[in-house]
């Protein structure tokens, strides 16, 4: 080889490694670097994370951020709250938006595809939330023959929806406190949600009822991060299993429903 040619060898070696550096670069570091973790969430899920007026003040609350929380205290970097629509969740942490979700998202193999999950922190069931008023008239899955049955945009709930055989509608909203005001207003009959959800929904609005009506699904729920970054992950599951270990979830659940109640 001329001296030329492997002057052009060493270069392109050299760019290949600095490239294959670059995009290796898990974003546990920059997290670190930048001092914050961005944290993307669609709060109208009480009690994972909902809006609450603290000391006359708006507040996004609940057990999703009491996780969140501790997993930016334990990076030791200070935690920032984005409040979005579900489905835009996913598009904001692949364009870099957000660093992580904590918002009850069920770690799905289709999901799986566009993102990194944590290890599962938590499972919920799939119940209903209905007027009280139709309390005698809805108390099986099959009473829901015909009627206007609701769920969130993007989520396993629109695909439960979607399976209801002889539903008159689904309607598919981006929002939970819109699919709420639908209820109450006569214009859809039904919400599939998850029973803690239902719960506290039902708690906030006196026409409203959850029944124990079960699609008889457990789907688990976990934290998103941007595919390739594996320390976060690592760091994200560390903080999961103290919690865990500590009986602290637990904990951050009955805080969250009791100031969902309040
Ligand atoms: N667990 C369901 C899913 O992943 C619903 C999550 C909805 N979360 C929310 N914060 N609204 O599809």
């Known amino acids: 080889m001329s001296k030329k040619k492997i002057f052009i060898f060493l270069l392109a070696v050299i760019m290949v490694f600095s490239i294959a550096g670059c995009s290796k670069q898990d974003k546990l570091v920059k997290i670190q670097e930048a001092g914050k ?6 709060a109208d899920y009480p009690p994972y994370e909902f809006h609450k007026e603290i000391d006359g003040k708006d507040q996004i ?14 990076l030791g970097v200070e935690l920032e709250i984005k409040d ?4 835009g969740l996913l598009a904001a942490l692949a364009g870099d938006k957000i660093d992580f979700i904590v918002s009850g998202m069920t770690p799905t193999p289709e999901r799986a595809k566009s993102v990194d999950f ?7 069931e799939q119940k209903l939330l209905i007027r009280k008023a139709d309390a005698d008239k809805i108390k099986t899955i099959d009473d829901l023959e015909g009627l206007r049955i609701g769920a969130q945009k993007a989520t396993v709930q629109e695909e439960i929806a979607n399976g209801i055989e002889g539903a008159a509608d689904v309607k598919l909203l981006a929002k939970i406190t819109d699919l709420v005001l639908e209820l ?13 959800v239902a719960i506290a929904y039902a708690e906030s609005n006196p026409n409203l009822f959850a029944p124990d009506i079960s699609f008889g699904r457990q789907d688990g729920v976990a934290v998103a991060v941007a595919k390739g970054n594996p320390k976060l992950v690592e760091a994200i599951n560390k903080t999961l299993d103290r919690l865990i270990q500590e009986g602290k979830i637990d904990e951050f659940i009955t805080e969250a429903t009791k100031l969902a109640e309040e």
């Open 118 to 124: 944590s290890k599962e922190y938590y499972v919920e």
């Open 61 to 74: 609350v609940g057990f999703d951020i009491e996780i969140a929380k501790a997993i930016a205290e334990d």
């Open 184 to 196: 109450s207003n006569d214009k859809i009959d039904a919400i599939i949600l998850p029973k803690p």
């Open 84 to 87: 979005m629509k579900f489905e």
């Open 37 to 42: 973790i961005v944290l993307g969430t669609s």
